[in-house]
Each structure stands twice: as C-alpha cells, then as structure tokens.
C-alpha cells in the first residue's frame, strides 16, 4: 500500500495512532499511566542534589527533577513542563523552559519575538503568513513561531490556533496560585498526530483501524528485537536497564563491502526501529566489522537519516572499543510496557 496513512486507534483501552507510510509502520505513539511530555505544573523545589546542579521538585504526580537551579531555593514554587518520560523508579524530568504548541504555532513565553519557520522559503507565502501572524499576535506579551505546517494553510485556521495558544499561554504563566498544581496537561497521541503529522496523509478514525491497516501486525514484529536490513543483514533492538543495545551483522555475506553495507543500512533504518518501539535514553551500536575509513561516511549517513527525526538525538561519537553511542530523549512510550 503506497502512501501515507494516520490510523487513529486503541491498544486495549489505551489511545493509540500509528503512522503507515508504504505499508510500513513508520511512528507510534501510545498513552501512557506517565505524566504526558508537555504537562505544566506549578511545582515547589524540594531539595538540591549536590554535584549534579540539579534539585528534586514536588508536583501533584510525585517527584520531579530539574537541572540548572540557579536562584531556586527549598520551598519556592516554579513552574516547569514535563519534557519526557522517567526512567523506571526515577523522578519525571522537567524543564523549565515552558513552550506551548500547537499545529500551527509554538508560543515562547520566554523568548519574545514573532519568527516564521526556515524551512518556508517561498517570499510570498512568508509574506503572507507574516500578516496573518502580525494580526493574530502583534499585541502579545509573549513570543510566537510559525511552524512549518503553515505553509499554504488556511488563513482563519491558522490564526484561531495562534489565538487559543495564546490564551493558554495566559491561563497558564498568569495563574495567581502557589500550591503545586498540574496547570495544563500534556496532548494525547490522537492530538499529537494531528499536531506533528502534518504531510498529507488519509486518516482513519473508525474502530477497528489498527486491524484493518496492518498496524497490529507490524507492533507484533517491532516486540521482537530483530529488524532486516536488507539481504542477508540484519540488526538486534534490545533495550536493557542501562541503555539500547544495538547489535548488528551481515549474515552471511562475507564479501569485503558487507561490513559497511549492514552499517549504512542500519544508520538509515535505526531512527524509524527506534521511533515504533518507543525508546530513547543512551543508545550504543556494535556495529559489523568495517575499515576505520568508512566512519565518517557513516557518521553523515546517520545524521543525515536523524535529522529528520523529530526526536531530539544526539551522535556522542566512538567508543575505545569501537562502539558508538547516541543520547536520545523519551518522547515515547516504550512498547514493551504496552499490552496489546
């Protein structure tokens, strides 16, 4: 099946929506019990962690942790968003850069300025949109971007969603209160699809999607550690509790190029296998044999194949072993705690 396809859907009672692209599943994103990335708490600083620049904050939905402190004291209340999710056992990450988005918009509260996305690079449509923004925004207190996903928009669509992001954005920064309080909660996966999805695609929102539109049978292969790569190359997934284990190999191939093929192979298939299986943290590849020339053309090759990713990931670079390593943030649930 060609094409792109935004299946709308429930694992069990849990909401779910799965993005098809080719028949292939492309991103997942499922709920989770978790406090959602993007939830706003007034949150009241609890105690520093000496030696880490960071302090544990109290927030209705249990501990949280927030790096660089500076002029924060026990006792004061702060506002801070969720920016992923915990560890097993460990306090929810916060930030407190707070930002409210939107699929239009990005409000930046603490950033004024009213900015149009780079990557729209027609001058007619960017003068279009600045007066659309310039109308919709001009009076704010706070700075506003335009996403990319305005280009060739509707213009009243465009200005509503500007509009509502700021009223939230006054509710939220304005509120009188200094108990710790969840202050506005996160999007949900069918909200964030049609939030981040925005390359035209068919949508399906009737019961039953997932089964209809092969997404049950791919999250059936995506549990399963091994991902082909193409001829006899293969690559193992497997999370642990200290990172994501990537092990990949040739299989039978023993032609002298075999090395390089499996890893230009993995580097371009990697950031999808991550993406559907929900994972993120310190990820190390053990990657097949290949001469030490061939590192920079697979350093582009994942770079060039993360960079269209939208979740924020980091090339650390090679171990002594000869490992490599990335960070990569928890915007997903992971799959292995999903029952289906």
Known sequence: MKGRTIVLDHLGEVEAAALMVDGKLDDLLVDNPAPRPGTIYRAIADRPVKGQGGMFLKTPDG???LRQIKGLAPGQPILVQVSGYAEPGKAIPVNAKVL??????????????????RSIRDEAERERLQEILHDAAAEAPYGVIMRSSCADADGDEISEDIVAMLSLADDVMNDAGT??????EGDGPHVLAWRD?????????????????????????????????????????????????????????????????????????????????GLGGQITLDLAPMPKKDRRPFENALRTAFRADDVETTLVGWTPLGHYELQRKRLRAPLGEVSQ
């Not at 108990?179 to 506005?184: A, F, G, I, R, V």
């Not at 949508?203 to 049950?216: R, S, Y």
């Not at 049978?217 to 190359?233: H, I």
Request: proline share 5%; with cysteine.
């Open 63 to 65: 501990s949280a942790f």
């Open 100 to 117: 409210f988005k939107s699929r239009y918009a990005i409000v930046t509260p603490d950033a004024p300025g009213l900015n149009i996305s």
């Open 179 to 184: 108990d710790m309080e969840m202050l506005s």
């Open 197 to 277: 999805w925005t390359a035209p695609a068919e949508v399906v929102t009737q019961a039953g999607g997932f089964e209809d539109h092969g997404v049950l049978d791919a999250l059936d292969a995506a549990r399963g550690a091994l991902v082909g790569l193409g001829g006899a190359a293969s690559m193992y997934v497997e999370p642990t509790r200290a990172l994501v284990a990537v092990d990949v190999n040739t299989g039978n191939d023993a032609s002298l190029a075999a090395g390089i093929k499996a890893n230009m192979a993995c580097a371009a298939a990697l950031p999808r296998a991550l993406r559907v299986r």
